[in-house]
């Protein structure tokens, strides 16, 4: 069985170096990385976990930043991350962002200083080459959200197929006249550009204009919905129907059209996203985009922990499928 020793040796670096690649040593060059990773696997040397921890080089902690815990979604996600990391002997940090840059980056300093083992990031509030520099002092997931980049690993699904297929769904109903709700901003920046991509894309290709009057952005609650309902009474070209960047935002539309005597789906189609258990609770039980959230959240656990006991893993990018689950609110 090889040990430190014969890593140092075939790395053609010391003990100590070696010792501080295993241990996430944050002053370690990335060419002196790269050299113990691949003796590490050349030799198949692994770590022992159980005397890591011993020495108080892990902490079985990870750390979870998450934007508000009280959205479902990201509850469900946690949910799953948690019950995944318990069974394997890790306890999860919760940390909520507020979408706060500050907020984030005291939550990023954890790892720094060692009061985790590893982060996972639900979402992304800083520019990622501030984020992307914490890489050295542990690994780190992005769960959910996107960035092109390829040094941290993404678990993630296709946004812009999901707002595609529920755009092209309305279509195929007749509706010619569509309203969209994004949680982020309509730009190449803005945190909905998959979605809004896939929005965009299912209009050109089938000849449907896009009204910017009909663009709602930085929508999330229930409460949002209703007011964006309350905005399109005030108009006088209205849509027959609307994609909501969530679940929450579309039970608002639906429970304010109700209110106002609207009847969904005839005088207002309503699509939303995730398939949250309120999908199947709201009157009439709403069109979505399924987002496969529990196994997001069990493969992210999964992953972390292995980088945490394997520190020469290096995953790759999966991406999780998606799918359109039509309902009577269309």
């Not at 890489?135 to 699904?157: E, S």
């Not at 529920?166 to 945190?191: P, S």
């Not at 930085?218 to 209703?226: F, P």
Request: with cysteine.
């Amino acid at each position: 069985m090889a040990t430190i020793s014969d890593v140092a040796k075939l790395s053609g670096l010391s003990k100590t170096t070696v010792s501080r690649v295993i241990n996430n040593h944050p002053y370690v060059s990335k060419d002196k990385r790269a050299q113990v990773y691949e003796a590490m696997e050349q030799l198949g040397y692994s770590p022992n976990p159980a005397a890591r921890r011993l020495r108080g080089q892990i902490t079985t902690t990870i750390g979870v930043i998450v934007p508000k815990i009280v959205n479902p979604f990201f509850s469900h996600l946690v949910n799953a991350i948690e019950q995944t990391a318990y069974q394997k002997g890790y306890q999860v940090l919760i940390f909520q962002s507020y979408e706060d840059k500050n907020k984030e980056i005291a939550f990023l300093n954890l790892l720094k200083t060692r009061q985790v083992d590893g982060i996972i990031l639900t979402s992304i509030e800083n520019k990622w080459e501030v984020v992307a520099d914490y890489q050295q002092y542990g690994p780190m997931i992005l769960c959910n959200d996107y960035i092109n980049q390829n040094t941290v690993p993404m678990i993630r699904l296709d946004q812009a197929k999901g707002a595609f297929l529920g755009i092209e769904h309305l279509i195929k109903q007749g509706h010619q006249k569509i309203a969209y709700c994004t949680g982020g901003l309509f730009d190449e920046e803005g945190k909905g550009k998959d979605r809004n991509n896939g929005f965009q894309k299912a209009m050109t290709q089938s000849g449907v204009n896009v009204n910017p009057q009909w663009i709602f952005i930085d929508q999330h609650s229930i409460e949002d919905g209703r007011d964006v309902l309350r905005q399109l009474l005030e108009m006088t070209n209205r849509p027959t129907a609307i994609f909501t960047g969530s679940d929450e935002v579309a039970a608002g539309v639906i429970m304010e059209a109700k209110k106002n005597g609207l009847t969904v789906p005839r005088d207002l189609a309503v699509v939303g996203f995730d398939d949250q258990p309120l999908a199947q609770i709201v009157e009439p039980n709403l069109t979505t985009i399924r987002q496969p959230v529990n196994l997001m959240g069990t493969k992210a656990s999964e992953r972390m922990i292995q980088m945490i006991e394997e520190p020469h893993f290096k995953p790759e990018h999966e991406q999780l499928p998606i799918e359109l689950v039509v309902r009577s609110s269309t």
